[in-house]
Each structure stands twice: as structure tokens, then as C-alpha cells.
């Protein structure tokens, strides 16, 4: 088994650990609120070039979370492979609420990096804001993402920030977007990379996430 599919293994466990705490603390409803299928995600929303495959997530895991829908696919281009999980969450629940902060170090993925940064979208107004990790698992182990929710078409970087702009709209669902993969070469590379993939992504993302 390589490294990369240990992370993936080790990634959702931490995501089932948390969500299982928080359906215990708060109960939860299934989601009501029904937006486009994922299932009509493109595949070449990163561009031409990548091969695309479909991870499978167990049906505990996703009872656990309380997703109304999900895309959990990986993406290979000559040397690099990078992941990509979005899901949906209905109004009912606050399941989905969980990020790289609180996956990462319940698994022994200890945060070396953490910070907000913007990313120019081309036809926005403003720069969508991520919060970017950069983590290691062991020394020979980096892994590097890019999360935010996604809420009335725009992303949302913090938790409560999120909870109080549902508290305000008639709009309750969102959505988690999380781009990661370990880190193959420099960060200054990588981080090019991701930004590349975020704006070529960000029409579809507009399209299908509330």
C-alpha cells in the first residue's frame, strides 16, 4: 500500500472520528435542502491532462457525516497526484463542519503551517479565500492542502463565521471543498499548483455548490 493511499485511509478516518463526535454532542437531522448531483461533476474541472479516478467511501462513514451528496476523487498528471473531496451538507446538520484543523492532528498529522491566503478567481469581484496546512505525518511524509466551506456561492474559511451567516439566511446548506496531496517538490511549486487548480475548478464549483 503506498504512502499516498495510507493518507487517504488516515484522512477519512480522522473526518468519521470527528463527525461521530459531533453527531453525538448534537443529534442531527438529514439534510433538507437539494442542490445539483455531484454526480455531474465534470471530471476535467482541473483542465485537459489528468487522469481521474473515483475513491470510495464507506457507507458508515457517510451515514456518520450526513452528507446529502459527495465527490471524493483523485487526480494524477505526469508526477503529481492530488485529491479532491467536496461535500454536500443539508440544513438539518452540522455534521459537516470538519477541516484539515481537526482531521489532521487526531491522526497524528501534526500542523507545521496554517494560515488564511487569497486566491484571484478570474470573474470574481473579491479573491476567494482558503485556509492552507502544510503538515507532516512523519519525516518523510508532508502533506499540503486547501479547504474552505463554500456557502451562498462564495468560500467561508471559518466555522462560526459559517454558523452565524446560516443563522441569517433562509439558506441553510453548504458545502466542504478540500484540495490535498503530499508534497512532491517545493512548497513554493505546490502552492502555484493548487492556486492553478482552485481558479480552473471555480466555474464548476459555482455551478453545481450553494
Known amino acids: 500500500m503506498s504512502r499516498l493511499h495510507t493518507l487517504t485511509i ?25 442542490y445539483a448531483s455531484l454526480s455531474g461533476l465534470r471530471r476535467d474541472l482541473f ?11 464507506s457507507d458508515e462513514t457517510l451515514d456518520v457525516a450526513k452528507v446529502s451528496d459527495h ?5 494524477r498528471r505526469e508526477a503529481a ?27 497524528g498529522i501534526r500542523i507545521e503551517e496554517a494560515r488564511i491566503v487569497e486566491i484571484d478567481v478570474p470573474g470574481e469581484e473579491t479573491p476567494w479565500r482558503f485556509n492552507e496546512y502544510l503538515g507532516r505525518k512523519d519525516p518523510d511524509v508532508q502533506v499540503y492542502a486547501l479547504s474552505t466551506f463554500f456557502f451562498g456561492k462564495k468560500p467561508e474559511t471559518g466555522v462560526w463565521s459559517l454558523r452565524w451567516k446560516q443563522a441569517w439566511s433562509n439558506q441553510k446548506a453548504f458545502a466542504i471543498i478540500t484540495v490535498f496531496g503530499m508534497l512532491g517538490g517545493p512548497v513554493g511549486e505546490t502552492r502555484a499548483l493548487y492556486r492553478d487548480l482552485v481558479r480552473e475548478a471555480a466555474p464548476e464549483w459555482l455551478r453545481l455548490l450553494p
Open 10 to 34: 488516515v484522512l477519512w478516518i480522522g473526518f468519521a472520528a470527528s463527525a461521530g463526535l459531533d453527531h453525538i454532542q448534537r443529534g442531527g437531522d438529514a439534510p433538507s435542502e437539494s
Open 47 to 57: 483542465g485537459s491532462g489528468w487522469t481521474v479516478e473515483d475513491i470510495a467511501v
Open 71 to 75: 465527490a471524493f476523487l483523485r487526480f
Open 81 to 107: 497526484e492530488v485529491f479532491l473531496y467536496i461535500g454536500l451538507v443539508g440544513s438539518g446538520t452540522s455534521q459537516g463542519i470538519h477541516h484539515p484543523a481537526v482531521c489532521f492532528p487526531a491522526q
